[in-house]
Nanobody, 111 residues
Framework: VQLVESGGGLVQPGGSLTLSCAAS????????MSWDRQLPGKERELVAG????????DYADFARSRFAISRDIDKNTVYLQMNSLKPEDTAVYYC?????WGQGTQVTVSS
């Protein structure tokens, strides 16, 4: 099982980023996949999740109106579109599925 995140970087407040998580080694369509984040000095927290079989989606309250999770089955990839980014969104963002974490991608929101 392998999860490889990409798309992080430095963005100004109010800007947007799209994170990608390329998955391999398991049935992508069956398992729930999630994006989580870890702010400096804080516990890792759920950002958004998308279930495998029924494609239901759930968001943390802080993400509900600004972030969007989606997946491309043909590419075995899950995306996290993040809009209206705030400095408090600065964190390492991780992809999680099948009991496995990706390596994380740093998102820094700063002017």
């Amino acid at each position: 099982v392998q999860l490889v995140e990409s798309g992080g970087g430095l963005v100004q407040p109010g800007g947007s980023l799209t994170l990608s998580c390329a998955a391999s080694g398991f049935d992508f369509t069956t398992y729930t996949m999630s994006w989580d984040r870890q702010l400096p000095g804080k516990e890792r927290e759920l950002v958004a999740g998308i279930s495998g079989a029924i494609n239901s989606i759930d968001y943390a309250d802080f993400a509900r109106s600004r972030f969007a999770i989606s997946r491309d089955i043909d590419k075995n990839t899950v995306y996290l579109q993040m809009n209206s980014l705030k400095p408090e969104d600065t964190a390492v963002y991780y992809c999680f599925a099948y009991g496995t974490w990706g390596q994380g991608t740093q998102v820094t929101v700063s002017s």
